[in-house]
T-cell receptor, first 113, second 113 residues
């Protein structure tokens, strides 16, 4: 069965420091991996995705994610955090058979000034 | 502008009073789905539709109905709402194609008293 795990409920980072939000996955076929962000009282917004090719994927708002096949991970990263990055982040993988997105539980990112 | 539109954004209702939350997308997407988001539980899929007149149950379909008479619309129906359906609901759409991201509506916060 396909699954996604976000092992941290919350990540705290000081402004200006690098941040990492972790995601690991389990899929039977090719992994199509996504990161979404949810700001308070808003819908989910697409950040970036991995389909194939370069393992380092760049997305919106200066975020990037590194696909690691051997560790089955797709961690979200940013070199220098901003207070405005504080939000809820979701990792997801798309099921080959029916196009459904399998979601992680979400990680709350708090950036402190 | 490409978007998914949900209405209403906020709704307070009483137990047992039928309600419908509308969802419309203007991107000609085949795939549409409904999620509920509850604290600590992440996103859970209620129903999805891979195309017109094709709907399937997600992970938590009990107490909900959907229909897909037109490609652009995917309403969520609660025939007899109960307090445990108090939640934040999201509609999403995407192409029926691997590696394509989903677009989300702004959400509907439903309270059943």
């Amino acid at each position: 069965a396909q699954s996604v795990a976000q092992p941290e409920d919350q990540v705290n980072v000081a402004e200006g420091n690098p941040l990492t939000v972790k995601c690991t996955y389990s899929v039977s076929g090719n992994p199509y991996l996504f990161w979404y962000v949810q700001y308070p009282n808003r819908g989910l917004q697409f950040l970036l995705k991995y389909i194939t090719g370069d393992n380092l994927v760049k997305g919106s708002y200066g975020f990037e994610a590194e696909f690691n096949k051997s560790q089955t991970s797709f961690h979200l990263k940013k070199p220098s955090a901003l207070v405005s990055d504080s939000a809820l982040y979701f990792c997801a993988v798309r099921d080959d058979s029916n196009y459904q997105l399998i979601w992680g539980a979400g990680t709350k990112l708090i950036i402190k000034p | 502008e490409a978007q998914v539109t949900q209405n209403p954004r906020y709704l307070i209702t009483v137990t047992g009073k039928k309600l419908t939350v509308t969802c419309s997308q203007n991107m000609n997407h085949e795939y549409m789905s409904w999620y509920r988001q509850d604290p600590g539980l992440g996103l859970r899929q209620i129903y999805y539709s891979m195309n017109v007149e094709v709907t399937d149950k997600g992970d938590v379909p009990e107490g909900y109905k959907v229909s897909r008479k037109e490609k652009r619309n995917f309403p969520l129906i609660l025939e007899s709402p109960s307090p445990n359906q108090t939640s934040l609901y999201f509609c999403a759409s995407s192409l029926n194609r691997q590696g394509t991201e989903a677009f989300f509506g702004q959400g509907t916060r439903l309270t059943v008293v």
